[in-house]
Structure formats: C-alpha cells, structure tokens
C-alpha cells in the first residue's frame, strides 16, 4: 500500500518568514495530493491540492509543487502570520481511493 | 460547498457502555464514508471506509465487532463504539467523498471527542 512520509514533524518561524514542509511518497500510481490544516480539536481543513498533470499550483501565499519522478511533494506558505499556526498534513491517493496521511507538521509561527 | 455533520462533538461514557456517532453529508450523496481515530498530536488513522449497502471495510488491526459501521443511505454513516474501555478514548472523525466523484477530495466532519471514565 501507500506510504507517505512528512517532514519535518515541527515547523517554528518568524511572522513574515517563509514556511516549507516536504512530503514523499511510494506508490507511483498516487495521482492526487492535497494539504490539510488542522487547528486543535477541529477537522482537517483542505487549504490547497494537487493532481499529477501539474508541477506546480498556487493559491495566494500558499504553492504546493510535485515531483513525480522522484514523488515528493512540498508545501510552501510565504509571508506566514500568526494564524498559520496549526498541524499540516499532506496525503496521497490513486484513482480515487483512500487517502493516506502524513504524520502531520506542527507549524509555530511567532509573532 | 459540500459540507459534513459529525454528532455528537463530544461525548463521556462510562466503561461497558456503547457510544454511537453519526456522520451526515448534508448537501450532496457520498456512497463512500471514511472514519478515521487521532490520538493527541498524531495524525488520522484510518479505521475504516463504509460503503452505502455493503459491509465496511477495516483496516488492519481494527476490531470490526468493536467498532460498528453502518451505512445505510447515501447520507448518513454511524460508527457505534461497543463496550467502550477508557483506552477507546479518543478523537474520531469521518469523512465523505460525493457521489460519483473521482477526484478524490474528501470533505470531513466536525469530529466526535470520546472520553470512557
């Protein structure tokens, strides 16, 4: 089955800094790739997706960028505030199957 | 948008007792639900998907006669913890994926907060 490794596992920058967290993955057959935000005690909150016909997609201060070749995957949020501050998640599935979940990355961004 | 309800948010129980959640898709047929367990600052754990007149499928691991899924219309999945211990404590969430779709993208309940005494 799939296997999606995170990093890193905590994330803490300065308010105006940029913020990266990497995701890879097994399956090659994996074509769809979406980024969840979750603040604590509520439900993951889809920010951004991917599909394997693009390299790359932006959304405002958030990009997410696809490397089929080497299947990875990475989030990029610019010009992080205070209220970015939560447990991201990445997850990878095929033809519509189950999701399968990163191990999550805690972002701290400090005033 | 596609919006899913999860009840109840939180529940306590006491040992032995059973604890049903229900997980609505309230504007749109999901004939695929998903229900996931995450432990404090630990990721979604898939339990189980459940599928709209058939049986649920579990993940490895995963007490079938424990945790009852039923999915009986296109709305609507319940996940009954049976014979709950303190160790079933725990935050569960579902997720419901439209009817038809094949983009993947999942569309998650409020999550449901177990505390067994």
């Known amino acids: 089955g799939e296997n999606v490794e995170q990093h890193p596992s905590t994330l803490s920058v300065q308010e105006g800094d940029s913020a990266v967290i990497k995701c890879t993955y097994s399956?090659?057959?994996?074509?769809?790739f979406p980024w969840y935000k979750q603040e604590l005690g509520k439900r993951p909150q889809l920010i951004i997706d991917?599909?394997?016909?693009?390299g790359e997609k932006k959304d405002q201060r958030i990009a997410v960028t696809l490397n089929k070749t080497a299947k990875h995957f990475s989030l990029h949020i610019t010009e992080t505030q205070p209220e970015d501050s939560a447990v991201y998640f990445c997850?990878?599935?095929?033809?519509?199957?189950?999701?399968?979940f990163g191990k999550g990355t805690m972002l701290l961004v400090s005033p | 948008g596609a919006v899913v309800s999860q009840h109840p948010s939180w529940v306590i129980c006491k040992s032995g007792t059973s604890v049903k959640i229900e997980c609505r898709s309230l504007?749109?047929?999901?004939?695929?639900m998903f229900w996931y367990r995450q432990f404090p600052k630990q990721s979604l754990m898939l339990m189980a998907t459940?599928?709209?007149?058939?049986?649920?499928?579990?993940e490895q691991g995963v007490e079938k006669d424990k945790f009852l899924i039923n999915h009986a219309s296109l709305t609507l999945s319940t996940l009954t913890v049976t014979s709950a211990h303190p160790e079933d404590s725990s935050f569960y969430i579902c997720?419901?994926?439209?009817?038809?779709?094949?983009?993947?993208?999942?569309?998650f309940g409020e999550g449901s907060r177990l505390t067994v005494l």
């Open positions: 399956d090659s057959a994996s074509n769809y």
């Open positions: 997850a990878a599935s095929s033809g519509g199957s189950t999701l399968t």
């Open positions: 991917i599909r394997s016909n693009v």
């Open positions: 504007d749109f047929q999901a004939t695929t």
């Open positions: 459940s599928n709209e007149g058939s049986k649920a499928t579990y």
């Open positions: 997720s419901a994926r439209r009817s038809g779709s094949s983009s993947g993208e999942l569309f």
